[in-house]
């Protein structure tokens, strides 16, 4: 772009929006071009800056009867400069969330219109229920991807398996199934995800475990999977410890079965002292340190408003925190080995069968714990009633009247009854038919 391009069409813009007033403007990613202006610090010039003038100037410029209406979207409010967010401009703010179980479900309505479903068999609340956290582009991606499924399955409609694998394949990722395993591997893994699992389901509190799967899928070798069963928006102190005890629920499996430690626990921990750290620092969940903040957050104008933390304690009290977070996890793993020890047998059941089956549901958790064995096809190969079989051939034996194979003396085929259609006009008389 030449110097003086931005501002000219900022000007040429709000030219042509005035002549063909009443109209709305709309500016997509504003953070782009409205990002805050530089400390002046250092030589050279940010042609950024001459467009974000040129359009304060324009938006300052309004009169109440010119009918124009300007509407911006960002996803960086905080990166805006705040000559936009002043009155007068973009005064009024107005946060788009993700969609409530109620928005998914509406999404849903409007993207299976382009496709052909089993409405018999496809419940769309029930994939909304099970879809926290989506948006609509992800729900859209759901619905594609079961329409490719069905497809490739020869299907008439898209049923319920469908959009559970799907489902699974967004918010797991791909089955890799290029990737070989061992069978030491593969049965550390089954603990593992079964000790995520188990510990889950014996929390108070935790959300209901939806499947566990030892298929790898991403980046990682097994998944198990909970979906709460309302919308959350705050936690309590109890269901954020129960979440750092199944976060070490596998690792605490891996050294009561195996008595050692793998690297397959790593994002786990990662995960588990993110949460204990901001126990500490954030939500003031510490006895020890008490209901306070540490760490205060800078706005570093000149490097491009990233947002930084710098320490605002002192030494002891840095060490105070590292220690609180330490026993915290420390005391999430205990918790874990308690649950694991006393239901050892659960565990072992579980294991065996995501050895067998390699993915468990919420309905096959529920038989593994009223000790039942589970009943059904190995790796989901049941074949669905909509679904298109192959053609098979299969071709008559050839029967006569001393019971051999061999074609008869004139070479052709017997003539019997059940062979024949009636309706046919060259065998109405051998049937006895009136011509």
Same mark, same amino acid.
């Given at each position: ?16 929006? /005035?002549?063909?007033?009443?109209? $709305? ?32 100037? *324009? ?42 179980? =109620? @928005? ?9 219109? !382009?496709?052909? $479903? ?7 609340? +029930? ?21 490719? %499924?069905?497809?490739?399955?020869? =299907?008439?409609? $898209? ?55 030892? $298929? ?15 919308? /959350? ?8 410890? @129960? ?7 596998? #690792?605490?499996?891996?050294? %009561? ?37 540490? @760490? ?13 933390? +710098? ?11 590292? *220690? ?38 919420? !309905? ?13 096809? %190995?790796?989901?190969? +049941? ?5 298109? #079989?192959?053609?098979? #051939? ?20 017997? %003539?019997? =009854? !059940? ?14 038919? /009136?011509?």
């Amino acid at each position: 772009m030449f110097v003086g391009v931005g501002a000219s069409r900022v000007r040429d813009l709000f030219d042509q929006a /005035k002549k063909s007033s009443p109209c $709305i403007v709309f500016i997509d990613e504003m953070d782009a071009v409205g990002r805050q202006r530089g400390a002046g610090i250092g030589g050279g010039h940010d042609e950024r800056e001459q467009t974000l003038n040129a359009l304060l100037v *324009e938006m300052d410029g309004f009169d109440n009867t010119q009918n124009v209406i300007v509407i911006a979207a960002t996803n960086r409010p905080d990166v805006l400069d705040p000559a936009l967010l002043r009155p007068g401009r973009f005064d009024r703010q107005i946060v788009v969330d993700i969609p409530d179980i =109620k @928005g998914r479900l509406g999404i849903l309505k409007v993207h299976t219109k !382009k496709v052909v $479903i089993n409405h018999r068999k496809v419940d769309l609340e +029930s994939i909304a229920k099970g879809t926290p956290g989506m948006v609509g582009a992800d729900i859209a991606n759901i619905v594609n991807e079961a329409a490719l %499924l069905a497809a490739r399955k020869r =299907k008439k409609s $898209i049923d319920m398996d469908d959009f559970e694998e799907a489902k699974d394949k967004v918010m797991m990722g791909v089955q890799r199934k290029s990737m070989i395993l061992s069978d030491e591997e593969k049965e550390v893994t089954a603990y593992h995800e079964a000790g995520h699992a188990l510990v889950a389901i014996k929390t108070k509190g935790a959300d209901p475990v939806h499947k566990i799967t030892i $298929i790898p899928r991403g980046r990682a070798l097994g998944v198990t999977m909970q979906l709460p069963m309302d919308e /959350k928006h705050g936690y309590t102190r109890n269901y954020v410890e @129960g979440r750092l005890a199944i976060l070490m629920g596998g #690792r605490s499996a891996e050294m %009561l079965i195996f008595d050692q430690m793998t690297t397959g626990a790593g994002n786990d921990i990662e995960q588990a002292t993110q949460i204990a750290r901001k126990m500490v620092t954030e939500w003031g969940m510490s006895d020890l340190l008490g209901p306070m903040t540490f @760490g205060k957050k800078n706005e570093e104008v000149f490097l491009g408003r990233e947002i930084q933390s +710098s320490r605002d304690y002192s030494e002891v009290t840095a060490r105070m925190i590292d *220690e609180e977070i330490s026993r915290i996890v420390r005391d999430s793993q205990r918790l874990a080995d308690e649950i694991l020890r006393k239901d050892i047998e659960i565990l072992h059941r579980m294991a065996k069968e995501l050895l067998k089956y390699e993915t468990i549901d919420s !309905k096959d958790l529920d038989k593994i714990l009223k000790g039942e064995k589970l009943t059904r096809p %190995l790796n989901g190969t +049941s074949v669905s009633k909509n679904q298109k #079989r192959p053609r098979r #051939r299969y071709q008559r034996k050839r029967n006569t009247k001393n019971g051999s194979n061999h074609n008869s003396s004139n070479g052709k085929k017997p %003539l019997h =009854k !059940k062979d024949v259609n009636p309706k046919t006009p060259t065998t109405r008389k051998k049937l006895g038919a /009136k011509p």
